[in-house]
């Protein structure tokens, strides 16, 4: 009988990371990861001032007493830097910050970079990606120009995320979950609100808001903190 995979923690955060709202699933992703130091990745905002990511990274970790470790990987050459690679690969803690997930996904397919990510997370690292990263990272993927679905990255299969869930516009919502693949299911993430997987396997919701499930025959249900998902979602879902 083989040996039942382990992996790190994985949070899927529906937007809005870096709120004091935040800060309690944060600390514990800290403390479960016993790091350091915050490898920040701000490449989904590679077009909108990725520094201010980085700024407002530092502000909020200084809080937790936590430096951060800025990867400043803004496009595909970055992404294949075997320098940048390795600090991602020996991490601890890496947080994929919020932005354009198209942008994010080209960068990262097939690439050291990602590559490095999934090694990491596959040793015990906690991976944090909030909005557009908790997108791109599951598979399907949530297409952003129109609410349909594309191909993710595939850290988690079977998993759609549809960030920023309770704020979004009633149109493009109904359409992800018009659309929904049959086998998949659709995590309708609120702003400030993570959905957390433990390395036993475990998926429970943590932060400020909800997490709404939703089946291609229908079927939806609501969870908030501190609610673990039943077993039937733990089989569904599989990381990669």
């Known amino acids: 009988m083989s040996a039942k995979r382990t992996t790190g923690t994985l949070a899927l955060v529906g937007g809005g990371e870096w709120l004091p709202e935040c800060r309690g699933f944060d600390a514990e992703l800290i403390a479960v990861s016993d790091a350091k130091e915050v490898v920040v990745l701000p490449t989904a905002a590679a077009f909108e001032h990725p520094e201010h990511a980085v700024e407002r990274a530092e502000a909020y970790f ?9 990867l400043r990987v803004m496009n595909r050459r970055d992404a294949e830097d075997k320098d940048i ?29 990602f590559a490095a990510l999934l090694d990491a997370y ?38 759609a995320v549809f960030p920023y869930h ?7 919502r109904a359409r992800s979950i ?10 309708g993430i609120d702003s400030s609100t993570a959905l957390v997987r433990e390395p036993t396997g475990t998926w429970r919701v943590a932060g400020a808001g909800s997490v709404t499930l939703y089946r291609s025959g229908g ?17 569904q879902v599989q990381p990669a």
């Open 62 to 70: 200084a809080e937790h007493d936590l430096p951060v470790a800025p």
């Open 85 to 113: 690679a390795a600090d991602v690969r020996k991490a601890r803690f890496v947080y994929l910050a919020d932005g354009s997930p198209l942008h994010l996904r080209s960068v990262l397919k097939d690439s050291l970079l």
């Open 122 to 159: 596959r040793h015990g690292a906690t991976i944090a990606a909030s909005g557009a990263g908790a997108t791109v990272i599951c598979d399907p993927m949530v297409d952003p120009r129109g609410g349909a679905y594309t191909v993710g990255l595939g850290i988690v299969a079977n998993l």
């Open 166 to 172: 309770g704020s979004a516009a009633d149109h493009m």
């Open 178 to 187: 018009d659309l929904l693949p049959s086998g998949a299911i659709l995590a």
């Open 219 to 235: 079927d939806t249900e609501v969870f908030t903190a501190p609610a673990v998902l039943g077993g039937a979602f733990e089989g």
